[in-house]
């Protein structure tokens, strides 16, 4: 079985500094799919960015990019230039590319304290 | 491009009272899923379904829950009697899951129940 895991319960971060959230995973499989989505306070579940095993080069999404260690098993977020609007719930999420499910693994979640 | 809608957004309820729970995902997303968080269990998947069939219902807590996928539409989750520990956020989320790669789910604003 899968497992993700979020060691932050919580993080802060002054506005316009860059923060990096920690995750950790644990699997068999080789092809699969990792998501870092955000929760603000509206409980909306945003999708942030995606990464696939097998692509090396780590994703990127404007202020958003990702660190991928396959072998360590480990999926950081790093936000730069943090906004208020950042504040808000981050949850890394597992999916395996095989198969016939579409089922996501979550972690237990980051709250991120976005400071004036 | 209206997103995943939910409906009812609240609802209230007293235990042994049956609730139905609405989704209509995104159109042309072939794929749908339930999920429920809570502060103890976090997020987890419900059920899912593919081109309105469910693949994976493992994680129905038990038979009070079901869910149905009568078109491509629309879906419902049914709690029939409902009991206090019922209370949660039900996500509804839709994926365009097929040949093309793109796994991403995109959820619905999500329904917070509460059985008294």
């Known amino acids: 079985a899968q497992t993700v895991t979020q060691s932050q319960p919580e993080m802060s971060v002054q506005e316009a500094e860059t923060v990096t959230l920690s995750c950790t995973y644990d699997t068999s499989e080789s092809n699969y799919y990792l998501f870092w989505y955000k929760q603000p306070p509206s409980r909306q579940m945003i999708l942030v960015i995606r990464q696939e095993a097998y692509k090396q080069q780590n994703a990127t999404e404007n202020r958003f990019s990702v660190n991928f260690q396959k072998a360590a098993k480990s999926f950081s977020l790093k936000i730069s230039d943090s906004q208020l609007g950042d504040t808000a719930m981050y949850f890394c999420a597992f999916m395996k590319r095989s198969g016939n499910t579409g089922k996501l693994i979550f972690g237990q979640g980051t709250t991120l304290q976005v400071k004036p | 491009d209206a997103g995943v809608i939910q409906s009812p957004r609240h609802e209230v309820t007293e235990m042994g009272q049956e609730v139905t729970l609405r989704c209509k995902p995104i159109?042309?997303?072939?794929?749908l899923f339930w999920y429920r968080q809570t502060m103890m269990r976090g997020l987890e998947l419900l059920i899912y379904f593919n081109n309105n069939v469910p693949i994976d219902d493992s994680g129905m807590p038990e038979d009070r829950f079901s869910a149905k996928m009568p078109n491509a539409s629309f879906s419902t989750l049914k709690i029939q009697p409902s009991e206090p520990r019922d209370s949660a956020v039900y996500f509804c989320?839709?994926?365009?899951?097929?040949?093309?790669?793109?796994?991403?789910?995109?959820f619905g604003p999500g329904t917070r129940l509460t059985v008294t």
């Open positions: 159109s042309g997303h072939n794929s």
């Open positions: 989320a839709s994926s365009p899951r097929g040949t093309s790669g793109s796994h991403e789910q995109y």
